[in-house]
């Protein structure tokens, strides 16, 4: 926990004062999902609809996103990244690769492996992963 704080004060710091961290995540599921509605942004960032519309406020007066009407149902909006945005979601996701690299400097290469490997077994995602390719034939 210590660790990850520590990351997201230095984030915060550098890459202020053109983005935050919150923003960073939002321009990431719109590089993913783009479009997509302020309603579709809320079980990923576990906030609240006023949050993410107080968000998207801020994001939108910097020219990262842009609103815009559904031609078909005015009453949707799309929330979609702008230029500036693609910029700056480049230059965040610089920032914190920059970031964890500083601190996995200090272990040797076959460390970062297993750390990768254990934080994988802890987390799952190495057993979905031996799991999904024994239900595919085709992966083996």
Known sequence: ???SKDWQTQMEAEMAPQLTGGQLQVLELLQA???M???ELLP???TTPAAVTTLL???ERNGLVQRTRDANDRRIVWVSTTDVG???????LRIRSDIVNRSLDRLSAHNRQLLVYLIGKVSGTRDKKALERKEDPQAM
């Open 44 to 46: 990923h960032l576990e």
């Open 57 to 59: 406020d801020r994001m």
């Open 1 to 3: 926990m210590k660790l």
């Open 33 to 35: 999902y783009e479009p």
């Open 37 to 39: 509605k302020p309603s």
């Open 86 to 92: 693609h910029t700056e979601r480049e230059r965040g």
